[in-house]
């Protein structure tokens, strides 16, 4: 069982950034593909972006490619995602997850198994 906790959520104006982190409870984290994830009020959670086991390959939804970055310290077990020139529509709550998944399922969600709680980004206009 791998146990996700988010954090590093919170209140931003238009154009500024936020990093959020996602701590796993295992060493098992070493063997999964992280993603993160988020759901606006009244929208099916929608894939935002994910990296590798080993941390060599990323992926993003064309709608943050360019401003979010995902990273992973698999010393520190935790995923992170960077979030620069955030927008209004970036608004959601955000969730890690942990999964095993090739380059074409990354953005699936029945390929992670676990996630975490989530935590709020709200960013004004």
């Known amino acids: 069982q791998v146990q996700l906790v988010e954090s590093g959520g919170g209140l931003v104006q238009a154009g500024g950034s936020l990093r959020l982190s996602c701590a796993a409870s295992k060493r098992a984290f070493d063997n999964y593909g992280m993603g993160w994830f988020r759901q606006a009020p009244g929208k099916e959670r929608e894939f935002v972006a994910a990296i590798s086991w080993q941390g060599t390959s990323t992926y993003y939804a064309d709608s943050v490619k360019g401003r979010f970055t995902i990273s992973r310290d698999n010393g520190k077990n935790t995923v992170y995602l960077q979030m620069n020139r955030l927008k209004p529509e970036d608004t959601a709550v955000y969730y890690c997850?942990?999964?095993?998944?090739?380059?074409?399922?990354?953005?699936?969600?029945?390929?992670?198994?676990?996630w975490g709680q989530g935590t709020q980004v709200t960013v004004s206009s």
């Open positions: 997850a942990a999964g095993i998944f090739t380059k074409v399922q990354a953005h699936i969600r029945d390929r992670y198994n676990y």
